[in-house]
Every structure is written in C-alpha cells, then in structure tokens.
C-alpha cells in the first residue's frame, strides 16, 4: 500500500477502505505522508467527498491516532458538548454548572479563540489564578469530587487532526464536510464522553454560512456519532449576531455570571438552558425535553449553577469569589461608545466583523501563539429588530494601549444595516437533529 495509490484512487472518486485510511492517517501522523501529498489527499476528499462509511474510518482513526482519554474512573454518565464556533458564544460557562448541578458529570476539553471566534480556554484564564492545564488524573479526580471540568487538549489528544487541520488552513478544504466532521468528532470520541451534544452555528458568524450546510453538518456529525456507541445530538442555532452581548474574554465571564445570578435574559441564556435540556435527556436524567428545560430553569433560580461555577474556578486554581464579585475580574481602562449617525431598526449584523472589531481591540488573535488582552472588547447594546435613533450607542467598546480603536470602530460601524420599517427578530433555534 502507498500513498499515490490512495491518491489515484481517491481523485477519481473511488471509496477508501477501514486500511487505506488507517494507512493514510497513521502517515500524516508520523510525517511519513509528506505534507503536498495530505494536502493532495485533502482536496481529492473536498472535490468528490466521503461516504458515509469513509468519514467514520476516518474519525475512528483520527482518534485513536493518540491518547484516547478512559473516563471509566468517573462514576456516572459524563457528558460533553461542542461548538462550531461563533461570537459571544459563552455557552459553555453557563451550561456545563447547570448541568453538574443537576447531577451529570461534565468532563471537558477546550480550545483557545482563533481568528473572529472566541474560545473557553482564554475566557476561563481571565479568572485571577485560575489554569486550564490539569493532568488527566487529576482531571477524572476534579470531575468525580466536584462534577465538572473544563481543561485544554493535550498535545497527545487526536495529533492526526492536528497536522490536517493546519493543512487545512492554507488549502482552503477548511469547510469541507467530511474534514470538518472527523475533525470536530475525532477530538470529542478521543475524550470519553458517553454523551455529546453539538451546537452547530448558522449565519455571518459560522464556519457554514446557510442554514441548508449548517443542517447537513449537523446531521452528518450525529449519524457518524451516534455509530461509534456514544449518544449524540445537535441543535442549529443562529449566529446571523453574537449570541450573548459581550464580546471579549472577561467580559463574556462576566454575562455568564449575570445569566447564573438571575440579572439577565436573552439568547446566551436560551442556547444554554436547551443544550443542557437535550443532556439531560440523553443522559437519561428526567424523560423529556421539557421536563429537563424545567429543572436547568430550577438550578438556574436557586443559585446552584452560580455555586457551581465558584467550585469549577476553586477547583482549578481560581478565585472562587469571581462569581458572587464580578468586579474582581481584568478591567479594561478605558470604553468608548461606538454610535450611529442615523436611525432606524437593525435590520442586520454581520458578525464576523464584530469578531474581528474584538480582535482589533487585542480580544483574540491570528495565531495560537499571540498575546491577547484579556479585559477588552465590546458590549453590544441593540439587537437584530431593535430601534436605535440617530446619535444612539450601538456598541461600548472596553480598550487598552494596545487596541487598534479606529479599525474596531470602522468594523462595528460597517457590520450593521439598518431598516426604515420594523424587522422581525431572527429565530434562535433553527432546528434539532436526533
């Protein structure tokens, strides 16, 4: 077996077996595949695709191409979720202490913010002394004592997708169905969970811009899932404007804790509850969805996922005041309203340029190695549907030294259209894949 063969083979269309993809996985993973030939491989798959059988060789492979974490130590179902990615998507701060709270364990691993995205690991480490490095001992030990974890992938974790992933950055193969898929499910399989649930984002601030990819996505991840013995579902969301209002590290800390104290509503908080909700199902903690949304919405009001939140920072090095004083975390020093000069109602946002106008402002980077500013970004003060007059705050952007204000400005300026007319808000759940 070689690698032009596979290749031959794959650039007319021709279905790889279980081996020849175990071959090809095993080669990118020790550099014997030289990286124009897994470039090669990786545009062949674009073109003409994978089946159905294919993509799941490939995300078993992938994998198991490292350290495949045994959760078996922790007592109970361990659930996990994924995000496809979005802005002010701080889904995760709010949702994995709700569903602790209700009695699930949940073991995850995170990733950092990258281009226009943010990422769990960097909103987490704007906690004082909180890490987000843990060995994986001390990791099942967190999750058995206290109920939840949130940590960063280690190095061993699916190395295969690391060396793809990177190819597929500069092969423009980034939103290809089967790579995405086994790229995404690889990681999650390798870390042990019984129960996963995705939120696969749609819209000007999604790796898939129409509903109709997002679908397709969603429903390829959870068939694919679902075969290799886990629980698997996904939710399609909206992300046609950042889901919370904050946008920037600390700051997206801080609307979680607002979203766990009772103080606020809104979008952020509706993805939260019904991610947890279909947990919760899956775990088999109550029969329903609805009775499950009850008793996210019952922890929610006593205060036992903001109590859980102080453990999770406790537990991993961090100040366990953060969630009862929110002043303690990084404060920008300085913030500036970004306003309108005429009114209207806001027809549309578009935003990936309120990602990029965060990153501006030092709030995310362009690689894995740049410094970020964890106390900057922006706070967005009107929504899809809402009116906004002439000389209205639109946005209150928090920035420091570093922060290139004039791009921010422009890029949030340019990212909004306005309407004469009402417009209706933007359906949040676009739809449920089981």
């Keep these: 077996?070689?690698?032009?063969?596979?290749?031959?083979?794959?650039?007319?269309?021709?279905?790889?077996?279980?081996?020849?993809?175990?071959?090809?996985?095993?080669?990118?993973?020790?550099?014997?595949?030289?990286?124009?030939?897994?470039?090669?491989?990786?545009?062949?798959?674009?073109?003409?695709?994978?089946?159905?059988?294919?993509?799941?060789?490939?995300?078993?492979?992938?994998?198991?191409?490292?350290?495949?974490?045994?959760?078996?130590?922790?007592?109970?179902?361990?659930?996990?979720?994924?995000?496809?990615?979005?802005?002010?998507?701080?889904?995760?701060?709010?949702?994995?202490?709700?569903?602790?709270?209700?009695?699930?364990?949940?073991?995850?691993?995170?990733?950092?913010?990258?281009?226009?995205?943010?990422?769990?690991?960097?909103?987490?480490?704007?906690?004082?002394?909180?890490?987000?490095?843990?060995?994986?001992?001390?990791?099942?030990?967190?999750?058995?004592?206290?109920?939840?974890?949130?940590?960063?992938?280690?190095?061993?974790?699916?190395?295969?997708?690391?060396?793809?992933?990177?190819?597929?950055?500069?092969?423009?193969?980034?939103?290809?169905?089967?790579?995405?898929?086994?790229?995404?499910?690889s990681k999650k399989i390798a870390s042990g969970a019984d129960v996963i649930v995705l939120d696969v984002k749609t819209g000007s601030g999604a790796v898939m811009d129409t509903y109709e990819k997002s679908v397709e996505l969603a429903k390829t991840m959870v068939d694919i899932g679902n075969r290799t013995g886990r629980k698997f579902s996904a939710l399609v969301t909206d992300m046609n404007q950042p889901l919370g209002n904050y946008v920037g590290n600390a700051l997206e800390v801080y609307e979680a804790i607002e979203i766990l104290s009772g103080r606020a509503e809104g979008d952020l908080k509706d993805v939260a509850l019904a991610l947890g909700a279909h947990i919760l199902r899956l775990s088999g903690v109550r029969e329903t969805y609805d009775e499950c949304l009850k008793l996210m919405h019952e922890k929610l009001e006593s205060g036992e996922g903001l109590k859980k939140l102080s453990q999770l920072f406790k537990a991993q090095g961090g100040d366990e005041r953060v969630p009862y004083h929110p002043e303690l975390l990084p404060k920008a020093p300085e913030t500036m309203d970004v306003c309108l000069e005429k009114g209207g109602y806001i027809k549309s946002i578009q935003t990936d340029m309120i990602g990029y106008a965060a990153k501006a402002l030092g709030a995310g980077r362009d690689k894995k190695e740049d410094e970020i500013d964890l106390s900057v970004g922006l706070v967005m003060k009107k929504r899809v549907g809402d009116r906004i007059e002439a000389g209205e705050a639109f946005a209150t952007m928090h920035i420091s030294p570093i922060s290139n204000v004039a791009r921010a400005k422009q890029l949030i300026l340019d990212s909004v259209a306005l309407s004469d007319t009402p417009v209706e808000k933007p359906v949040l759940i676009r739809g449920v894949i089981e």
């Design 1 to 185: 077996m070689n690698i032009i063969d596979l290749l031959t083979k794959k650039r007319f269309g021709k279905e790889l077996t279980q081996e020849e993809i175990r071959f090809f996985v095993k080669g990118v993973t020790t550099g014997e595949i030289a990286e124009y030939q897994a470039s090669a491989m990786l545009m062949a798959i674009c073109i003409n695709g994978m089946t159905a059988n294919e993509t799941l060789y490939l995300t078993m492979e992938m994998a198991a191409s490292g350290d495949m974490l045994d959760l078996s130590e922790i007592k109970g179902i361990k659930c996990d979720k994924h995000s496809t990615g979005g802005v002010g998507d701080t889904t995760s701060l709010v949702l994995v202490p709700l569903v602790a709270a209700c009695g699930v364990k949940f073991a995850k691993m995170s990733g950092r913010g990258l281009g226009f995205t943010g990422g769990t690991l960097d909103k987490l480490e704007s906690v004082p002394g909180l890490s987000v490095s843990m060995s994986a001992e001390k990791f099942i030990d967190t999750v058995n004592d206290v109920g939840l974890a949130i940590i960063g992938q280690t190095q061993s974790l699916a190395p295969a997708d690391k060396v793809l992933y990177s190819l597929r950055d500069v092969t423009a193969t980034v939103d290809c169905l089967p790579l995405v898929t086994s790229s995404i499910l």
